[in-house]
């Protein structure tokens, strides 16, 4: 997604995450690890590697200047949710895939790319798309096997920790690029197509051997300040047809999910309720500090007032008191 910290100002985001432990690996104990896809809200620098525009970039300043000091291509003036959540668990930074000499993956490894959408159309040619991220994976996955062996890298993949920040830009593209492709399809139409694209992307690393994900739904887009001015007949309201649509993706990829759960054997979500929280956000902002952070504390579980939907937390699967 094309905003920042700054630029979203209170509107941002995140989810719900879970861990577990697994088994010994070449006789430490080593954490689950944590494969993390999608747009620039997960995206720990791998635009950095790519040949994009300075939009889809965040390797200048101001960026980075809360926590690193410096940009480090995050889309933030600090740490990512992945980032504080890695830190709660006790692992460490999860590093961009595309980062040089980055080639152990045994504590997961970040595919994310700012502007990435599930349509391979979405910014096409600026990102690196989720079906691209997906074959990434698969890479990662046959080093692990050739590595450890299949049986250490099953254990491994099985316990791992899968999560998805996707499908923002698939809905902001046709407003931000003068597209017409929501002439062509209905909203429901539009939305399906964005969700089989998703979901044929999550049976396919289920088949190599993950079963826990963790995905939000999306923000109420119309509200964002960078789509509020693009009808400046409306004086900064919100763009009420891509909110329309953001709901209608929420209704669809919650129903999907169960379907997914009720198919796949031992597959399960965690899926976090993005757009009541931003919603909050952006009613209250002085009551978020940190709003990444905050997201954080909520998902791991320091405070009661959740927005998970669903019943895990991090805290349940990772087995931390």
Known sequence: MKFTVSNLSSSVFFLLIFFAFVSPIHGSNRHAPLFIFGDSFLDAGNNNYINTTALDQANFWPYGETYFNFPTGRFSDGRLISDFIAEYAKLPLVPPYLQPGN????????????GAGALVETFEGSVIPLKTQARNYKKVAAFLRHNLGKSEAKLLLSNAVYMFSIGSNDYLSPFLTDSDVLKSYSHSEYVAMVLRNMTSIIKGIYKRGARKFVLMNLPPLGCLPGTRIIDVEENGKCLQELSNLA????????????????????????????????TQMMNHPFKYESAYKNIADRMWGFSNNSYNIGPYTIRHFFQLP
């Not at 080639?103 to 700012?114: D, H, K, T």
């Not at 169960?258 to 054997?265: P, T």
């Open 247 to 278: 709901s209608l993706h929420n209704r669809v990829l919650h129903v999907v999910l169960l379907q997914l759960e009720n198919k796949l054997k031992g597959f399960k979500f965690a899926l976090y309720d993005f757009h009541t929280h931003v």
């Open 103 to 114: 080639n152990q993956y045994y504590g997961g490894v970040n595919f994310a790319s700012g």
